[in-house]
């Protein structure tokens, strides 16, 4: 397993997709056509990988001190008919006391913080060139990402990626889920981090927020990570059994940086 550092100090010196030598800026619209094609063959890749998710939520009083706390550790595995499936480890009973986790938190969890933006996705976003940047040492395009309208029902991602200039697959996300919900539910901005996890796409590993959520009766802060460990790619020929613990990872995920 390869972290987004250990990644950019091996291939430094070579030489990026798009090059920086090559005397005119990348085509914005080309590199987006072909990193969302990446993303589309890793969201179908992805489908066939076992891996367990842990979320781990506090809510922090004006100190900063712990109060009501919520984790879910749960693993997706592949049932005996093959389908894919999650299995509950543990889930200690939620102490929260001033926030109440909906059905739009769900989703995010499951869908916009570990952000995927594959080509039939493209049409649903305003999506601008902001340049070139790097993510611990790995060169990078940057592009702010919005829904151009919103479905009732549907959450979108809104912020800004970084998409590796070689590889040409997001390696980091910094935003918000959002969507049409009823007034008085707010949602934390976070930052996830991908690593390349077999030697050919991009994993997300770890997803952070420290945010105060802005309630018409109260402010709250929040403090969130979620981590995707120990991924296993499913083969037919393999037997998985339901209910198997997977391994407790032991790589450090990459740590968003300080501010």
């Known amino acids: 397993m390869r972290s987004i550092l250990v990644f950019g100090t091996i291939l430094l010196a070579a030489a ?19 990193f969302a094609a990446k993303e589309a063959e890793f969201a179908k890749a992805r489908e066939n990988y076992t891996y367990r998710q842990t979320v781990k939520l506090t809510e ?20 005996a008919d093959g389908k894919r499936t999650e299995k509950v480890v543990r889930a200690p009973m939620a102490t929260l006391q001033r926030i109440l986790l909906t059905p739009e938190d769900e989703a995010d969890l499951r869908h916009v913080q570990p952000f995927v ?11 601008q060139f902001l340049g070139r940047q790097k993510v611990d040492e790995v060169g990078c395009f940057a592009f702010s990402v919005k829904p151009k309208k919103m479905e009732k029902g549907k959450r979108y991602f809104e912020g800004q990626i970084w998409v ?18 009823k007034k008085g539910n707010e949602f934390p901005r976070f930052e996830t981090y991908r690593e390349q996890i077999d030697g050919k796409y991009w994993f997300p ?5 420290d945010d105060t959520l802005h309630f018409p009766e109260y402010d ?28 407790p990872d032991t790589t450090t995920p990459q740590a968003p940086p300080k501010k």
């Open 60 to 79: 922090l009083d004006a100190g900063g001190n712990p109060m009501g706390k919520y984790e879910l550790i749960e693993d997706v595995v592949f049932a």
């Open 16 to 34: 990026p997709v798009f090059g920086a030598d090559a005397g005119k800026d990348p085509d914005p619209q080309e590199i987006i056509k072909r």
């Open 205 to 209: 590993t770890y997803t952070h927020a």
């Open 117 to 127: 933006l594959t080509t039939d996705q493209i049409p649903s976003y305003d999506i």
């Open 164 to 181: 590796d200039d070689r590889d040409l697959q997001i390696v980091k996300t910094y935003g918000k889920g959002v969507g049409i919900v």
């Open 220 to 247: 709250q802060r929040i403090s969130m990570t979620v981590k995707y460990q120990d991924y296993k790619q499913f083969k037919s020929q393999t037997n998985i059994t339901f209910g198997d613990e997977a391994k």
